[in-house]
């Protein structure tokens, strides 16, 4: 996340306008609460998406939570605490500011020479993609640049992060909530 932070800081000052804010789109409207809906549908329709494919992945479920339960690493009490919260808030806000906010915004430049809707596109699609790329989970990538695509449009028709922070937050809060749930006798599954 540092590497995030300190490449939009980097792009902002030496080929943005040094206004960081506006530089990465970081602004926040009350329509962007929206958003926490979006992430909360969006994890389970990827879910669904996965459903054909579940009966061809031998140990499927495993392989498929295997990443969340890396993550978490058997931690306990306040170490598991500070992993969710970090999953939940600290990887929507650096993960958006540098995909959505220097990305996003650096391809649309770029590719906006191409069209005035395929640029765009483009953009949108490719950022998506390199974001689920990043992640480097071959079972969740299709799932995950789904969501980056949709992240993406979000982000670019808004012209603003906030939606799209609070999206990527609620969908990583419900797959928080998916692992931690049942270890507390909760049953949430996806």
């Known amino acids: 996340w540092v590497g995030f ?27 962007d609460a929206v958003g926490l809906v979006i992430g909360f ?11 054909p494919i579940k009966p061809h992945v031998h140990d499927f479920n495993q392989r498929f939570q295997a990443p969340s339960q890396r993550l978490t690493g058997g931690s306990h009490g306040a170490g598991t605490l500070l992993i969710d919260l970090l999953t939940v808030l ?17 391809l649309a430049r770029l590719f906006g020479k191409i069209g005035r809707w395929v640029g765009p596109t483009a953009a949108v699609v490719v950022t998506g993609v390199i974001f689920g790329l990043a992640h480097a989970e071959s079972l969740q990538l299709l799932g995950l640049a789904v969501f980056g695509v949709l992240l993406s449009a979000i982000a670019y028709r808004t012209g603003r992060l906030g939606m799209s922070m609070l999206a990527h937050a609620s969908f990583n809060l419900t797959a928080v909530a998916a692992v931690v749930l049942p270890l507390l006798g909760g049953g949430v599954h996806l």
């Open 90 to 106: 600290g990887a929507p806000f650096f993960e958006e500011l540098f995909f959505r906010g220097l990305l996003l915004r650096a």
């Open 41 to 51: 549908v969006g994890q389970y329709a990827i879910a669904l998406m996965y459903v």
């Open 5 to 31: 932070f300190g490449g939009t800081f980097l792009a902002s000052t030496v080929r943005g306008t040094k206004r960081y804010v506006a530089d990465m789109g970081l602004g926040f409207r009350w329509i």
